[in-house]
Nanobody, 125 residues
Framework: QVQLVESGGGLVQAGDSLRLSCAASGRAFSVYDMAWFRQAPGKEREFVAAITGSGYVTDYADSVKGRFTISRDNAKNTVYLQMNSLKPEDTAVYYC??????????????????WGQGTQVTVSS
């Protein structure tokens, strides 16, 4: 059974930084792509960033490119999302997910097999 547990969310002011973590267990972590999605109140869940199993290739939504950085430590079975220059529109529940799809770093959530429970990020203006 795969488990993903996010942590690191909180309440910050615009311009601040946060680092989210997602600890994985239950299958060979380094084999699978990982991603972060987010869901704001009243909106659909959206893709934020993804990283290949090796960690060498990443992909970002245009809305976070240049401000967020996804990384992973395969020795610790953990993926991170460093969020800088946070904006009020970044307020959302952030989810990590893992994919065994044949497509590399998919942006479609239906291609992800397992999800964490989410962590709330609130950015005040």
């Amino acid at each position: 059974q795969v488990q993903l547990v996010e942590s690191g969310g909180g309440l910050v002011q615009a311009g601040d930084s946060l680092r989210l973590s997602c600890a994985a267990s239950g299958r060979a972590f380094s084999v699978y792509d990982m991603a972060w999605f987010r869901q704001a109140p009243g909106k659909e869940r959206e893709f934020v960033a993804a990283i290949t199993g090796s960690g060498y290739v990443t992909d970002y939504a245009d809305s976070v490119k240049g401000r967020f950085t996804i990384s992973r430590d395969n020795a610790k079975n953990t993926v991170y999302l460093q969020m800088n220059s946070l904006k009020p529109e970044d307020t959302a529940v952030y989810y990590c997910a893992t994919s065994s799809s044949r497509y590399s770093m998919p942006r479609e959530e239906f291609l992800y097999d397992y999800w964490g429970q989410g962590t709330q990020v609130t950015v005040s203006s």
